[in-house]
């Protein structure tokens, strides 16, 4: 699972723990990114072995995730209104969200892919500048993909070979 967050940032390779500051956002946003990278490195090491990976954004849903924010930041940000109620007409219902789940595990469309981003029911496009949809160039390149992997090898001392 990703977001469309990992619109906020890349990979922040000079402090990819944020020991140097921590932003909440950009590591959300930095997580997003690392799903995405996953995926794309996944799908590469286990396409031979007929392991497809995908990335899904299953949409901005109101769910118990916003728990760790205060009423005030909610309707700040514009997703409640000051009596609780969603004010934001482009979140989704949980059923809407898990569809673009559910249609990559099912979709004809995907037979013989994989790395790819998923939105909306659909492989997204290449993100273009100011656009919210689509996805960034940096969270689906292969090098950068291989370079989380190798981090990833490096911290956790656990190592998935393939093609």
């Not at 273009?128 to 992997?149: C, F, H, M, S, T």
Request: aromatic content about 10%; overall charge negative; some cysteine.
């Amino acid at each position: 699972m990703s977001s469309g967050a990992h619109h906020i940032t890349p990979i922040r390779w000079h402090d990819v723990q944020f020991e140097q500051g921590y932003d909440r956002w950009q590591a959300y946003g930095q997580s997003k990114t690392a799903n995405i990278l996953f995926a794309v490195e996944l799908d590469k090491r286990g396409a031979s072995q007929g392991v497809r990976a995908f990335a899904v954004h299953p949409g901005s849903i109101l769910t118990p995730l916003q728990r760790h924010f205060s009423k005030d930041e909610l309707v700040s940000f514009g997703w409640i209104d000051e009596h609780g109620a969603p004010a934001d007409p482009s979140f989704k219902t949980p059923q809407q969200g898990a569809a673009t789940q559910v249609w990559a595990a099912t979709s004809l469309q995907l037979i013989g892919l994989g790395g790819v981003y998923c939105e909306d029911c659909d492989i997204a496009e290449i993100a273009q500048e100011g656009v919210p949809n689509g996805v960034k160039d940096y969270a689906i390149d292969p090098e950068e993909a291989l370079r989380l992997w190798n981090l990833s090898v490096e911290l956790t001392s656990v190592n998935i070979s393939g093609s």
